[in-house]
T-cell receptor
Framework: ELKVEQNPLFLSMQEGKNYTIYCNYS?????LYWYRQDPGKSLESLFV?????AVKQEGRLMASLDTKARLSTLHITAAVHDLSATYFC????????????FGKGMKLTVNP | NAGVTQTPKFQVLKTGQSMTLQCAQD?????MSWYRQDPGMGLRLIHY???????DQGEVPNGYNVSRSTTEDFPLRLLSAAPSQTSVYFC????????????FGQGTRLTVV
């Protein structure tokens, strides 16, 4: 059974600081997604990671994937208040299974 | 381009009532899914469809029915609502292709009293 764990689940950080959050999954997968959710809103796609060593960057966020370790990281550089949100990773089963499993999400608060 | 549209946005039901949550997408996506989001639980898959006429169960299917008669629509039916079904429900769609990302609707906040 595929399980996805995120840590930390809550993070409060100062503007300008850097931090890395982690997403571990339990079984082999061929794709991993990162989503952002603002309070009371829907989910917004951030990154799709498909292969070992994949690295993608968008603004102050950079995501990477290590399929051998079953680990993805989301690195925040020089945080700003607008990054405050909940971040989810989601992992798809092997062979393109539609059964996407989400982590519990990490609530990020960036303080001025 | 509307994307994924869910209706209603908010709903209050009494225990035992039935209702249908609507989901429509205008992107001609093959795959559609329903998730529920509960505090501290992330999103959990209820049912999904890989094309018109084809549906399957997700992680938490009990108490919910779905059908997919057209590519565009994927309604979720609660036959007899229970307080445990109080949640925020999200519909998502994505194109065919193993790795395509999913696009989510705005959600339906359901309260069962």
């Amino acid at each position: 059974e595929l399980k996805v764990e995120q840590n930390p689940l809550f993070l409060s950080m100062q503007e300008g600081k850097n931090y890395t959050i982690y997403c571990n999954y339990s079984t082999t997968s061929d794709r991993l997604y990162w989503y952002r959710q603002d309070p009371g809103k829907s989910l917004e796609s951030l990154f799709v990671l498909l292969s070992n060593g994949a690295v993608k960057q968008e603004g102050r966020l950079m995501a990477s994937l290590d399929t051998k370790a079953r680990l993805s990281t989301l690195h925040i550089t020089a945080a700003v208040h607008d990054l405050s949100a909940t971040y989810f990773c989601a992992v798809g089963g092997r062979g393109g299974s539609e059964k996407l499993v989400f982590g519990k999400g990490m609530k990020l608060t960036v303080n001025p | 381009n509307a994307g994924v549209t869910q209706t209603p946005k908010f709903q209050v039901l009494k225990t035992g009532q039935s209702m249908t949550l609507q989901c429509a997408q205008d992107m001609n996506h093959e795959y559609m899914s329903w998730y529920r989001q509960d505090p501290g639980m992330g999103l959990r898959l209820i049912h999904y469809s890989v094309g018109a006429g084809i549906t399957d169960q997700g992680e938490v299917p009990n108490g919910y029915n779905v059908s997919r008669s057209t590519t565009e629509d994927f309604p979720l039916r609660l036959l007899s609502a229970a307080p445990s079904q109080t949640s925020v429900y999200f519909c998502a769609s994505r194109s065919g292709g193993t790795h395509a990302e999913a696009f989510f609707g705005q959600g339906t906040r359901l309260t069962v009293v």
